[in-house]
């Protein structure tokens, strides 16, 4: 039985040096010191082996050649292919654009939701709250191949409608701009419910009290909508736009399924180059080092809708 | 003026529901379809009769008993280890002082801003030394890797009451009782969050075991599902649906028995794909 002094922070070296004179004390005292460490030792050995070292390793991976498990030191020619291939900027370019089209078309469907959500005295608002968030349920893959078969040209869903209201069929998944139209309505269609409840819970954050005068002084609700819930949601706002673009940036499932990639390589993403030299061609350099620009361009603009918040704040 | 202004809410909302859940009738209606049938358009949302033999031509060309056991199996495993190997180590950043805290810490906190896609490559070479490629633990230990639930049970802890601890303490109770019979059963919202979020992204996760399992025994159903559907195949969309259903079955009664938890511990993760 212990019987030391009481300590502000539970655990940890309990015993000073004086105490720790006699043996028994001097044990318990290595015992108590390990004991942090004992707790910390699952996850830091899958860390260290399955975290901290692979992005070393891939950082090494970066400046040379990995064949049959030797290396051999090439500079930065991973990087200069890299940039110098037009593939990726193609994947670049298709993924930014897709990006820059979803993530408002999204964050604004979301806010309308949310906020029609929030309505007071709005019956059923339980039940449509879990029926918009339902489509993050379904898994990655059944939901591109659904969609894929929505979008098919012949006998697709969607095609089918269109004719029936006398129009011609479209050539979804054959067409550069519309194949991505595809994917961005997918990804869409899976997220936005995801990201209403997100924001509804930062809508609760906001008073009542402020609605209440806002229309006493006689502002609408399209008023009120950019008066007071755009500004008060601001944080949760730039929260959902990071996870959507960080999301966006690592897109390799609907392309994988939806498009393939195609039609010549119009929907292939960044995440999918990578996929094709690491995993395909076994090109594990330049694959790391696609990756680390990856990690390069996340971080950037990361930081970047960070400082946006950040200076507002500060006004 | 105010009902008027409630029915277009409604209209919005309603409209919004409707085109959340068509994707999910309409699939489920396609598992009963044929293959002319699931293409035409008067056949939406009408059930046919092929349910059972769309079964059997999935389980003709996979053994899908086999493919939901990996599936429930891996995310299992997985969900369970998280929630231990997590909650111990959100503890002790959480509840003790020691040397090189910090350092771990920051470690952790710099590991998170990397995406997965950079260690894929480092980890696909480590499972091929280690002789794990194509076995169940190559999916499931590099996820125990993963940093944000350590933080997410920190979070938690730290809002533990010291006092509490410290009296058990004098009562004569080691560090390890007291977090197993004091602390955990305090935790169960959190932990409850953790594990709905780790068991939804792992039963959906694609592209690691994409990469690491080969035999058609082992695979999972994203796995299994992402196959028939490949260029040169004779695809039977229906059986495809099937078993599109039949993979959204265990997170689907998750999602109807636990709701609030569910929603909650999907948000907490706010971590995609």
Known sequence: MWMGPPQPVCGGPFLDDRQSLTEVFMRRSI??????????????????????????????????KYKSASFTFTGIGNFSFVLSDPLFFKALFNTFLMMVIQVPVQTALALILASLLNVKKLKGKGIMRMVVFMPVLLDAVSYS??????????NGIVNNVIRLLGGDGLQWLNLGWLAKTVLIIAITWRWTGYNTVIMLSGLQNIPEDLYEAASIDGAGRIRQFF????????????FAVILSVNGMLQLFTEPYLLTGGGPVNETLTIVQYLYKKGFKSFDFGVASAGSYILVLIIAALTFLQIKVTKEDKGR | MKTKRNGFAYGILLVSCAVALFPFLWSAFAATHTNTQIYQIQWALRPGTRLLSNLKDLTASFPLGRNMFSSLFIALVYTLGILLIDSMAGFAFAKY???????????CLMAMFIPTQVTLIPLF???????????????????????????????????????????????????????????????????ASLGILSFVNQWGNFMWPLITLNTKEKYTM???LSLMVQPGYVTNYGSVMA????????????????????????LCGAVKG
Request: charged share 10%.
């Open chain 1, 145 to 154: 191949i659904v969609f894929g078969m929505f979008f098919n040209y012949e």
């Open chain 2, 97 to 107: 002082e020691f040397k090189g805290k910090g350092f771990l810490f920051a470690l």
């Open chain 2, 243 to 266: 078993g599109a259903m039949l993979a959204l079955l265990p997170v689907l009664v998750f999602f109807l028995l636990f709701q609030k938890n569910f929603i909650d511990g999907m």
């Open chain 2, 222 to 224: 994203p796995l299994v």
């Open chain 1, 31 to 64: 015992y108590h010191r390990s004991v942090p460490y004992l707790f910390l030792l699952p996850f830091i050995a899958f860390f260290f082996v399955f975290m901290a070292y692979p992005i070393v390793f891939s950082l090494m991976l970066c400046f040379g």
């Open chain 2, 125 to 191: 070479i480590e499972m091929t030394a280690f002789h794990m490629i194509d076995t169940y633990w190559s999916v499931i230990l590099p996820g125990f890797a993963s940093i944000f639930g350590v933080f997410l049970m920190r979070q938690n802890f730290m809002a533990f009451p010291g006092e509490l601890m410290e009296s058990a303490r004098i009562d004569g109770a080691g560090d390890f009782r007291i977090f197993a019979r004091i602390v955990i059963p305090t935790m169960k919202p959190a932990l």
């Open chain 1, 227 to 238: 008066a007071i819930t755009v500004p008060g949601l601001k944080q949760v706002l730039i």
